[in-house]
């Protein structure tokens, strides 16, 4: 006869995983003055309002613009988008909003997430014309770099400028990114491909 504790269920070992999960939606970061959150329904308005008015600023640093952009039917997309892309670990896509009024100046995302033994990500951004140099980007910068190193655990981060966006430059220096190099011809912008300067910032509680 066969030994009864030959057929013992196998202890469970707790699951370990090398890396932190993410939020689970709703996501909110909170600062002094700003609340970096997912897109929602009622943002629309204020989002496209806030993409209008930046026209001129806006057009000529992003990859494509077309009217139709705006619409509130692509604005559902980007809510979808944002919300898979954070349940699978892929990206962090965010608005900036002031709290008081809910007013969308601008958007912030963490894309590009890399875990394992590189845990890195990439950085890209745009604020509202209307808000430029009153610091909500360099608020909201520092709220993410904080969410990416000491919540998500991450190692690096890089963010990617046109070499003539002279304001994002100075805003990565000022935040402590180094430059790495030059991406020539990397991104096409308004039909015309541009190079970009590569800036990178490591995480300063690892050795």
Sequence with gaps: MFS?????????????????????????????????????????????????????????????????????????????????????????????????????????????????????GLLSYWLSSTHHRQGYMREALETMVSYAFDELGLHRLEAEVMASNNASVRLLKNLGFAHEGRSYKSIKIVGKWQDHERYALLNPNES
């Design 4 to 120: 009864k504790r030959l057929f013992k269920l196998p202890v469970k070992l707790p699951v370990k995983f090398p890396f932190k999960l993410l939020a689970k939606p709703p996501l909110a970061l909170h600062s002094e003055r700003l609340l970096l959150c997912l897109p929602k329904r009622q943002h629309w308005a204020s989002w496209r309002n806030a993409r209008i008015l930046s026209y001129e600023t806006l057009q000529p640093v992003e990859p494509l613009w077309l009217e139709h952009m705006h619409e509130r039917h692509n604005f559902a997309g980007l809510i979808k988008r944002a919300n898979v892309d954070l349940k699978q670990r892929r990206a962090v896509r965010c608005l900036i909003v002031l709290p008081q009024t809910q007013e969308v100046i601008g958007g912030l995302n963490l894309s590009r997430l890399e875990w394992g033994a590189k845990k890195a």
